[in-house]
């Protein structure tokens, strides 16, 4: 996912972007590039590759000014190259744009503007935005940045700079995340709160079809008329640091170790005098008995917490609940109405077939209900009700809090609705509830009880492919387990229901073949110990997860991950912690880009 940053004041601004840019690497690049207003002329450098290949460029074309826009561009419409790098210069020289979205019209648009005698230079799609503010260009850029947009379909967070007017930015958001920051006798934009948080804690999040002035004096924002509109500036509720490894060797070590803090701040806020609260969602209680059906979609991991989630609703809440890939569900023609309550799971915000999923539901009248990470994202503008993972900063592509706490406002969610619905006694919400507060700790203790893992990494490096099987919550489990050794590792895996195995599968059982066995639901573990066995007989390796204290898997399983005892319903936290950490591990052995795997970016914004 692309990133752009600005800023204006009175320091260098060269530095100002470039740590900027750094901040916004985790998003996923493949180019980049600056421009700097240097006293009523535009200058720029750009580069393909890292940013250090940039930072080299600026040491033998220096750059001086107090203002400009940076960019890290993760390729869409042509390859990663200089020329195709952001930003983007008007043939007159005036004007300079960094673009995150995907502008749909271009073709028809670059078509028009090629008629008009404007030279192209890249394959992007966004080289006709600046274009475009060339030809409304009538003197103020206010009114050209306005008029540009008019004639733009598709998503963007536009920064623009013009030659004239060297200490202002323009700024435009359509559907795309963007921030400004208000600092003492300076501004900044970026794409996220990342990127700002180092120079201030007061932000204001733009919405769509706002557009924005931003001068070292401050900041003036306006819709597509020029009417101002007043915005209220927020403060950041964490700081730099969150945002740093924390001497970890990767962010996402650093991220699984911090679940347990992740966990305690999602959850604790919302249990008071022992009931559950969700003050966000309230005032749906009463609308809860006519909801006949519940859907959750996402992608990703996002998708297998709504996975376990399906599992913990329709338990406690005895409503048909149904989980769905967001890029299924998108195109399926599901049958949605408004007795449906979709809730759309989403560490980001901004991942695009999650947005589209919402759009489709919310027009055949579904209520939705977003649990996302990120304050100011476009999901959680979009939705009705939003519940927040308050997990921080999550930088690692590989997501791991983000997961977790999302599986912790789900099951949040599940209680409250199952105490409101009356499908459990006040009891059993009780008991729930204390089971919930105490999942911090045995997200700490899953930690504590397996310091073995790094040796099973070394053990099992080499392995080529191998399979996770599970059932029930376990199999969901499986779901994100085999994902996470993937997508860091790059070894083949599946996840599978254990019960399929003999329907197939097993037939790829040979002599070494490793098989994580999660057999965590005490009511199905003989059911396991029948897979284990199965999967012993030919040949396979089998590493197990169990319960604190369970002495017969050791009969069965090569190697043994502990859980600690946790309600059956609410073991996916503690369970999937040791998996991640196997993850990193086996990462770890075979020399990957932990933090930014290959391809992968950390918001998949594009479809
Ligand atoms: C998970 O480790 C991946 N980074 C990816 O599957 C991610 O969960 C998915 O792209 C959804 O992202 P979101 O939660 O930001 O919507």
């Given at each position: ?63 001086s000014?107090?203002s400009g ?6 390729a ?9 790098a ?28 090629t ?23 009538q003197g ?18 536009l ?18 995340p ?81 679940q ?18 969700l ?25 297998h917490?709504g ?7 329709e ?32 560490q ?167 098989v994580?066995?999660?057999?965590c639901?005490?009511a ?45 319903l ?38």
């Amino acid at each position: 996912m692309c990133g752009i940053v600005g800023y204006t004041g009175s320091s260098s601004a060269v530095p100002v972007l470039l740590s900027g840019l750094k901040r916004l690497e985790y998003r996923g690049y493949d180019s980049a590039g600056i421009a700097v207003n240097t006293g009523g002329s535009l200058q720029m450098v750009k580069a393909s590759g890292h940013l250090e290949h940039l930072m080299e460029r600026l040491k033998s074309t220096p750059l001086s000014g107090t203002s400009g826009i940076g960019h890290t561009r993760w390729a869409t419409h042509g390859a990663p190259t200089d020329i195709n790098a952001h930003p983007h210069m008007s043939n007159d020289g005036q004007f300079a744009v960094v673009h995150n979205g995907i502008i749909e019209n271009y073709a028809q648009l670059r078509e028009e503007l090629t008629e008009n005698g404007f030279q192209f230079s890249s394959e992007t799609d966004t080289e006709v935005i600046v274009h475009l503010l060339e030809y409304y260009d009538q003197g103020d850029p206010k009114v050209a940045v306005m008029k540009a947009a008019s004639r733009l379909e598709g998503s963007y967070a536009l920064g623009v700079v013009c030659a004239r007017f060297p200490d202002t930015l323009y700024t435009a958001r359509l559907s795309s995340p963007l921030i400004l920051g208000v600092g003492i006798g300076e501004s900044f934009f970026a794409s996220d709160v990342t990127a700002l948080v180092r120079h201030t804690k007061n932000v204001i999040y733009m919405e769509d079809g706002e557009f924005a002035c931003i001068t070292p004096r401050g900041i003036e924002v306006f819709d597509s008329t020029g009417a101002p509109i007043r915005k209220t500036v927020s403060r950041v509720a964490w700081d730099v640091e969150a945002a740093e490894k924390g001497g970890y060797d990767h962010f996402m070590l650093k991220e699984i170790m911090e679940q347990p803090r992740a966990l305690k701040l999602t959850i604790e806020p919302r249990i008071r005098d022992g009931r559950i609260v969700l003050d966000e969602f309230e005032s749906f209680r009463a609308q809860l008995p006519n909801i006949r059906k519940v859907v959750i979609t996402a992608c990703g991991s996002a998708y297998h917490a709504g996975c376990v989630g399906r599992y913990v609703i329709e338990q406690l809440c005895r409503i048909p609940v149904e989980a769905e890939l967001a890029s299924e569900l998108r195109y399926r023609n599901p049958i949605i109405d408004s007795s449906t309550l979709l809730i759309v799971v989403s560490q980001s915000g901004e991942t695009a077939d999650t947005i589209a999923a919402l759009k489709e539901c919310k027009a055949r009248g579904a209520t939705v209900l977003a649990v996302v990470n990120v304050v100011g994202s476009t999901i959680a503008k979009l939705a009705d009700y939003v519940l927040y993972t308050w997990a921080g900063p999550e930088i690692a592509v590989a997501t791991t809090k983000g997961y977790t706490t999302q599986v912790a406002v789900l099951d949040l969610f599940a209680v409250w609705a199952a105490e409101a619905l009356g499908t459990i006694s006040a009891q059993s919400c009780a008991d729930y509830v204390k089971q919930l507060l105490s999942l911090p700790e045995r997200a700490q203790r899953a930690i504590d009880l397996n310091p073995g893992i790094p040796a099973l990494a070394r053990q099992y490096k080499a392995a080529d492919a191998m399979f996770f099987i599970g059932r029930n919550i376990d199999y969901a489990i499986c779901l994100e387990g085999s994902l996470k050794l993937k997508e860091i590792s790059y070894i083949h895996s599946e996840a599978y229901a254990a019960g399929e195995l003999k329907h197939g599968t097993i037939a790829l059982i040979d002599e070494g073949r490793l098989v994580v066995a999660l057999a965590c639901q005490e009511a199905l573990f003989d059911k396991m110990m029948s897979n284990v066995r199965e999967v012993k007989a030919r040949g396979a390796q089998v590493l197990a997860a169990a319960l604190e204290g369970n002495r017969r898997i050791l009969s069965q399983a090569d190697d043994v991950l502990y859980i600690p005892d946790t309600d059956p319903l609410f073991l996916a936290i503690p369970e999937i912690i040791p998996l991640q950490l196997f993850a990193y591990y086996m990462a770890r052995e075979n020399g990957c880009d932990i933090d930014k795997p290959k391809n992968l970016a950390k918001s998949v914004t594009v479809e």
